[in-house]
């Protein structure tokens, strides 16, 4: 019994070390819990698109380079100026490609309703549920809930969306 309580001390302690030597050196956060606490709330601040335009599979793989490997508040398309600046806040950091272009106007999807022929296939590829509509009807982009990933794009058969400026 004394030599599994000693093994499970020393996975243990061994565990606790594997996190303190694989802390962010790029944010300064030493424990895994707070890391996992920032990537969360970076998490939040996301879009949640899951478009992949920041160079990560995902939102969340994103929040977690920016954490863990220090990588660029300002990936996020889809995001755009608001996200990078509420990032800048929580983070405490200003982004780093202000030498860039400026970010492109915020955008949504809008449906011509001439054209739209109720495919449902935009509603099926909006990850945010912003376009609603039935089959063989008519679909409309709710714009509240439109992050402007332009996801919706691809699957239409009749090319009946487009991006349009949001409006602030």
Known sequence: MFEIIAVSFVLYSLALAAAWLSSSPGTGIDNAAE??????EIDALLPQTQCGDCGYPGCRPYAKAIVERGSPIDLCPPGGAVTVRKLEKLLGRSSYH??????????IAAIDEETCIGCVKCIVACPVDAIIGSARQLHV??????????????PCPVDCISMIPSRP
């Open 35 to 40: 890391q996992e606490k920032k990537i969360i």
């Open 98 to 107: 202000h030498d860039l272009a400026p970010l492109p106007e915020n955008t």
């Open 141 to 154: 982009v709710i714009p509240e809930y439109c992050t402007g990933c332009e996801l919706c794009l691809p």
